[in-house]
């Protein structure tokens, strides 16, 4: 509907000038918005006040111009000057219910756009490091990137989802030690396991499948490559199956290891010396990133001549970067926030728009259960895994409850709350709403009542007020898609959800769908379709199912 006004609005200001009752020529970038209070009008637009300088006139008067010019149109049935200069428009009742057809005919179509334009985005998530199995942190990670992904991908932009595998450095050497003295313990030889091995009965697992022969007659240094590598694919391969198994599918997974393998990392090191982006000092090689904004200079070689972390993200985003993409965007942990700054100013020294790249902070999962914490800790590898969480509560709560509040805020998912199958439980709430709908459809193949076509429905049939708010509502899914891709906030979607839930819900439960009248039946037979179709379009965008019954 905003797109539909805005389009009148610009074609009347083009009028206008032609009449010559306005002489700027210029077609601002106006707003228009819902209004606070529902006796302003359905929109407003502040048009005539972004004309006031170039018109050289009040924007009351400039409002009074364009309202003229609009006139009368079946969009709207009336139109009204607020204030200094608001203009005021009210949308006709069978307006609102003609878009009814739109979401009838675009079916899973109705949501999406081509605002984004094909723009080439990269969304890299969860990159987990390979030493151990997913836990309920990275399934919020997981389900925030796939989540913006697919808001992304329906937003019009051409979208590519990535797995870092950071299988290179000390952490795969840890994992080989790990397994390799746990390896030696099952083989009868008592020792002090270290603290700063990895922890947990999943490293025992992994011990008991090692092939034995391996690492007979070779030294320590070979048996912890051997160890790494083995419990490196393992782990990953199980990653994989996870991930899978929450409904997360990546375009492209990326070894670190690999691009070291290939020099990138030198080749990235050898870039910034040529633009004088990075010095030696103690020893050491440093990038200028105060340069930049930054709060320190950053090291990329340690004077050992170990290349750092740092280093390796700054080749990995140069290959990013050249793939194409014209943003990319990390999903990261909370804990690395101070990394932001460092690699924007990477882009900067190199000329590119630090904009360029965006990061999605995810903050920590506090699991409760029936409001109690669950205790968690990783240095004993004592974590609740995402694999069971996926198994206690089902892969559609795990998701959605991910997805309920902003990344960047703390969550507390309860996992007896996520089980429960009443209307507490917030994603329960959501699919019933779909499923009540399908529950009407087949009442009404029992009563013989057909789902009109689109064209054949009598709209003057939907009387009711909550009728025409269900309307507008849906009316507003595609600007909320759009803003939730633009913004990269999938619990606007959520949100959306649970409202537009609300809503059928409440209408269900004070107005009877199938009455004797049939043309009034198959009018609000006809809302409630359109109500299903997009609970199933927004469901699909979090990656949560949309059940025919429940």
């Known amino acids: 509907m905003k797109d539909l006004l805005r389009s009148r609005i610009s074609e009347t200001l083009q009028g206008c000038y032609q009449a010559g009752t306005l002489s700027s020529g210029v077609i601002p970038d106006f707003v228009i918005e819902v209004p606070g209070q529902s006796d302003h009008g359905d929109f407003a637009t502040n048009v005539a006040m972004m004309l006031a300088r170039d018109e050289k006139r009040a924007p009351r008067q400039i409002a009074e111009i364009i309202v003229a010019a609009l006139g009368s149109d079946p969009l709207w049935s009336s139109v009204e000057i607020a204030g200094p200069g608001f203009i005021n428009l009210f949308i ?18 109705f949501g999406k756009s081509d605002v984004g334009k094909g723009h080439k985005v990269q969304v890299e998530f969860v990159s987990a490091n390979p030493t151990g199995p997913l836990h309920i942190g990275h399934g919020r990670g997981a389900a925030t990137g796939d989540a913006v992904a697919s ?66 007659d070779v030294d320590e240094t070979e048996a912890i490559s051997i160890c790494g590598q083995f419990g490196g694919k393992k782990i990953l391969d199980g990653i994989r199956e996870d991930l899978i198994g929450f409904g997360v599918t990546l375009d492209n997974w990326y070894s670190e290891k690999a691009m070291v393998d290939s020099g990138a990392v030198q080749k990235g090191l050898a870039i910034l010396a040529e633009k004088d982006l990075s010095y030696e000092q103690d020893g050491a090689v440093w990038f200028r990133t105060t340069d930049f904004g930054d709060d320190k200079d950053r090291v990329l070689v340690r004077s050992s001549g170990a290349t750092t972390y740092y280093a390796s993200d700054v080749a990995y985003h140069l290959e990013k970067f050249s793939r194409g993409f014209e943003t990319v965007i990390d ?17 900067s020294g190199l000329g590119r728009d630090p904009e360029g790249l965006q990061v999605i902070l995810v903050q920590l999962v506090n699991l409760l259960r029936g409001g109690d914490p669950v205790a968690m800790s990783t240095r004993s ?76 429905v009598d709209f003057s049939r939907l009387e009711r007020p909550d009728e025409l708010a269900l309307a507008k509502f849906l009316a507003r ?47 609000r037979l006809y809302l409630v379709n359109c109500v299903r179709i997009v609970l199933a379009n927004a469901l699909h965008i979090l990656g949560v199912s949309a059940p025919e019954s429940m």
Not at 184 to 200: A, I, K, S, T, W
Not at 204 to 214: A, F, H, M, N, P
């Open 381 to 456: 590898g004592e974590f609740v895994t995402l694999q069971e969480v996926v198994d206690e509560v089902g892969r559609d709560a795990c998701r959605f409850f991910f997805l309920m509040r902003r990344s960047d805020s703390h969550l507390d998912f309860d996992l007896e709350l996520a089980k429960q199958q009443n209307s507490d439980n917030p994603v329960y709430y959501v699919q019933y709403a779909h499923a009540r709908v399908c529950s009407i459809n087949r009442n009404a193949a029992d009563q013989g009542v057909t789902l009109p076509k689109t064209g054949d």
């Open 331 to 347: 999903v990261w942990g909370a804990d690395h926030h101070g990394y932001v700054a460092r690699m924007k100013a990477l882009l």
């Open 477 to 523: 899914f595609p600007e909320t898609v759009v803003g939730a891709a633009d913004n990269h906030e999938p619990h606007r979607i959520v949100f959306y959800l649970q409202e537009l839930s609300a809503q059928l819900h409440s209408y269900y439960n004070r107005t009877k769908v199938l009455v004797d009248d049939m043309p009034t039946s198959q009018a």
């Open 92 to 109: 006709a009742n069978h307006s609102w219910y003609g878009l009814l057809d739109e979401v009838m005919q675009k079916q899973a179509e």
């Open 151 to 216: 808001l992304l991908d329906a937003a019009g932009y051409d979208v590519q989802r990535e797995y870092y595998i950071n299988d290179a450095g000390n952490q795969m050497d840890t994992l080989g030690r790990s397994l390799w003295l746990r390896w030696r313990e099952l083989n009868g030889e008592v020792l002090d396991f270290p603290e700063d091995c990895y922890q947990g009965d999943y490293i025992r697992e992994l011990v008991s499948q090692i092939d034995s022969d391996k690492l007979a």
